[in-house]
């Protein structure tokens, strides 16, 4: 018999996919998994036989397995085209090749037409026993991807991106002056002001118009990462006057001409790298005018920033000069009472809040290190004198005062990371709480840990002391912590407006409370929580749900939402997802198995908040859908593996597990997989979408439009960028700015892209493509008559975006 070389690489082809699917397809059977996988694996294998054979019978044999996988393919995931990716391409480049072989094939022997039949007949059978076994339904359909329309491309818009420059000198003082902060053409505070809707009433920049914006000035910080430090800014500038004022990954407060983009001044608190926790960023800076400085003396306007080696900072407004009034040279030892830490284990990444003249200011504690991590106090400082006027320890009810005699605040309590937001009327400060010191392990929590973790917190910024709190996630040991700021806004209710403030959280549920007392304005009620995993007893056996207000949470996952490049990706997460333990929203944690949490620790919605359109009363929330692939890994395990917390020696070249928190003093450490992928491609192992956008009418509660948010340009197998202008749906970190004018600008996606969308309609008028992540909020102003669109564009470690250290501004031509 005569063999044909290309008939032989082909039916090795086959082979190789086909037997790795039928074997992994046959214990997806055994884990209760579907069908499909061992049937269409012994179709390959079947083909690959006669491909050796160089029969005819081969082009039939997969012909056969091919219609079997479409009629599949659509009843499990109907026309959703991203969904198909893995069930169809790579099963249809297998067609084509094995249409180009027809004319090498020869008709089959007769020895061979009853095991053609008996395959035929296997492939036929196996597709009815499919059919019945597989875990849906024809509603499930129409429901999950019946009517989802194909991805639609956008323009990409990389031409306008500007040459680099490299990072600007300091020059001599630009002589401008310093009108008072206007409402409109100003953003003196990280959302727009204290109450955090990030509305601009500004209206130069239309729907109309808005296609001709172009980027007219970028600056950049000179902050990079000298090696493999991990470097996220999410800067939001301030704009005070004819300034906007900037702060660097590592701290720098930078004054900036507001029109122009020039350097004014810098002021380098010269931090260590060494104090670098996660990453390097800062996200935002804050604003301070004296009541009692005469205008025109140093200091009476003051710019308060906070570093990641935890010192609070006054300069002034004007020149950058340090504030001697305010506590030593200027500066404040945030570590003072804190006690034993280390470089990177408590730092401050978020800015201050100012409410009448007190700044409140919180801290990030390094997860998953020890259970005796430093405090998560939040301590209120005078914006004048930098003298601190309280402390709320939650270890410590009732005092405010610092700890003496060699005494520390309370360790491992539950800090605030992310941003307050404030009422001066009420003097009010809204803290939105992390969780106590290891989040995957509760038991040696206080009680007042247990009532202040994963809760809104309200205190009275006079004395320091709680008016209200609710707590979001009743024992949380998933990482759940709030990580939004609260926002302030007068919300539409039968009776009339009611001054109120509106939490999102990482479950993406939005809790609406009166901010004068905490009352909740939304209607919540309790539902049964799974009680597993090794703290059954301890696990709240409920969950607060709001029931009459839209949710960003999803339907539970299930098999057929795993996803991949090729069916062999597929299979791999489907026996993952079998293998894990998974009851749906707040699955226990585990140590026999993984569990899958979903959704996973970073959204619903983080740090990047809500925007609020407060003329239309419309919210605009961009949020994360992605699962987390988790473990609890016993201690002894953990040791032998010499994992240890940030504040002991290790030998980093020897011992680096990057996803596995040691959690020292708890029985587990944690393996943490936020990005749970396929080990070859790289692709993430739940379907598209992995992020969204959504408008909800504030007064009758409608989602006015969800879409997708983020295209595929920057995403791929093997970390190859496709290039493809599709919507997909990307994880995004970063909120939004909203305008009076209908506009609502973003990037946050990890596509690079910023984009103006329609607020009525969710249509995108105008991108462009940014020179590194765009993984910060935008802010909008005027200066000179003209309205400014600037983002910083600084990247993000964690979600793979380019790191960049860049402001860039956008504007109408003149």
């Not at 296997?122 to 129409?142: M, R």
């Not at 009166?514 to 995993?533: F, K, Q, W």
């Not at 597929?570 to 998974?582: E, N, V």
């Not at 040791?639 to 020897?654: H, T, Y």
């Amino acid at each position: 018999m005569r063999v044909n070389i290309w008939l032989i690489l082909l039916g090795l082809v086959f082979l190789a996919f086909g037997a790795p699917i039928l074997l992994g397809g046959i214990y997806l059977i055994v884990l209760g998994g579907s069908w499909y996988y061992a049937l269409a694996g012994a179709g390959l294998v079947i083909t690959a036989w006669f491909l050796f054979r160089g029969e005819r019978t081969a082009l039939w044999t997969y012909g056969l397995t091919f219609l079997f996988t479409l009629v599949w393919a659509l009843w499990e995931a109907g026309f959703n085209a991203w969904a198909q990716v893995p069930r169809l391409v790579a099963p249809t480049v297998m067609l084509v090749l094995v249409l180009i072989t027809a004319p090498a094939l020869r008709g089959g022997g007769r020895s061979h037409k009853g095991f053609a039949a008996a395959a035929v007949a296997l492939l036929l059978a196996g597709g009815a026993v499919a059919l019945q076994k597989a875990e849906f339904s024809g509603s499930a359909l129409a429901q999950q991807g019946g009517t989802a329309p194909a991805p639609s491309p956008s323009p990409d818009t990389d031409s306008s991106l500007t040459p680099l420059a490299p990072p600007e000198t300091p020059v001599a003082p630009v002589p401008v002056s310093d009108p008072m902060p206007d409402v409109g053409a100003d953003w003196p505070a990280y959302g727009g002001t204290h109450h955090a809707t990030r509305y601009s009433p500004l209206s130069r920049i239309t729907k109309e118009n808005v296609g001709s914006l172009e980027r007219v000035w970028q600056f950049r910080t000179g902050d990079m990462p000298n090696g493999d430090e991990q470097f996220s800014n999410q800067n939001t500038p301030l704009k005070i006057g004819n300034r906007l004022f900037v702060c660097s990954a590592l701290g720098k407060i930078i004054a900036l001409d507001a029109a122009t983009g020039r350097q004014v001044w810098t002021y380098d608190p010269e931090v260590s790298r060494e104090a670098i926790p996660y990453n390097a960023t800062c996200r935002g800076l804050a604003y301070y005018e004296s009541p009692t400085l005469p205008q025109g003396e140093l200091c009476a306007r003051r710019i308060i920033g906070a570093t990641l080696d935890a010192r609070l900072i006054a300069v002034d407004l004007s020149n950058g000069q340090p504030c001697p009034g305010f506590g030593v040279k200027g500066e404040v030892d945030l570590t003072e009472g804190i006690g034993e830490t280390a470089p990177g284990f408590y730092s401050v990444t978020s800015p201050v809040t100012v409410v009448r003249n007190i700044a409140v200011v919180g801290a990030q504690v390094l997860d998953g290190q020890r259970r005796d991590a430093p405090s998560g106090v939040v301590r209120g400082y005078n914006a004048e004198t930098g003298v601190m006027e309280w402390a709320w320890d939650m270890g410590r009810p009732g005092e405010t005062e610092a700890p003496t005699d060699g005494e520390t605040y309370t360790r491992g309590t539950p800090n605030m990371w992310t941003i307050a937001s404030g009422d001066n009327e009420l003097g009010h400060v809204y803290l939105p709480m992390g969780n106590s010191a290891v989040d995957y392990w509760g038991e040696t929590r206080s009680e007042a840990e247990q009532r202040y973790s994963t809760a809104i917190v309200a205190l009275d910024v006079t004395t320091g002391q709680p008016v209200w709190h609710y707590q979001t996630v009743r024992y949380d040991v998933w990482d759940y912590d709030l990580g939004s700021q609260g926002t302030l806004i007068d919300f539409p209710t039968p009776s009339g407006p009611v001054p109120a403030l509106i939490l999102p959280t990482k479950l993406g549920q939005f809790f609406i409370f009166d901010r004068r007392n905490g009352n909740l304005l939304v209607s919540v009620e309790d539902r049964a929580a799974p009680r597993g995993g090794v703290e059954p007893e301890r696990l709240s056996p409920t969950q607060p749900f709001v029931t009459d207000f839209p949710t960003l949470l999803k339907p539970d996952l299930e098999e057929k939402n795993m996803w991949g490049m090729t069916p062999l990706d597929q299979l791999y997460c489907r026996i993952q997802f079998r293998q894990a333990s998974y009851e749906g929203i707040f699955t226990a944690p585990t140590t026999d198995r993984h569990w899958v949490q979903y959704p996973g620790y970073n959204g619903g919605s983080d740090w990047g908040g809500v925007a609020i359109d407060e003329g239309r009363g419309i919210m605009i929330a961009n949020y994360n859908d992605m699962p987390n692939h988790n473990r609890l890994i016993p201690r002894e395990v953990i040791e032998q593996m010499d994992i240890r917390p940030v504040d002991e020696p290790r030998d980093e070249a020897e011992h680096t597990h990057p996803r596995i928190d040691p959690q020292a003093g708890t029985p587990y450490g944690v393996d943490v997989n936020a990005g749970w992928r396929v080990p070859l491609t790289g692709l993430l192992c739940k379907e598209p979408p992995y992020g969204g956008i959504t408008a909800i009418d504030l007064k009758t509660h409608e989602v006015l439009w969800d879409r997708p948010f983020g295209t595929a340009r920057k995403n791929g197998p093997f970390g190859i960028p496709s290039m493809l202008p599709f919507t997909i749906g990307t994880p995004n970190n970063g909120g939004a700015v909203v305008t009076s004018s209908g506009l609502v600008f973003i990037a946050a996606a990890t596509d690079d892209l910023i984009r103006a969308i329609d607020i009525e309609t969710g249509e995108v008028l105008w991108e462009d493509a940014l020179p590194a992540g765009g993984q910060a909020n935008p802010m909008t102003y005027e200066a000179n008559g003209r309205q400014y669109v600037v983002i910083a564009a600084g990247g993000h470690s964690f979600m793979e975006t380019p790191i960049g250290d860049f402001v860039l501004a956008y504007a109408l031509p003149e």
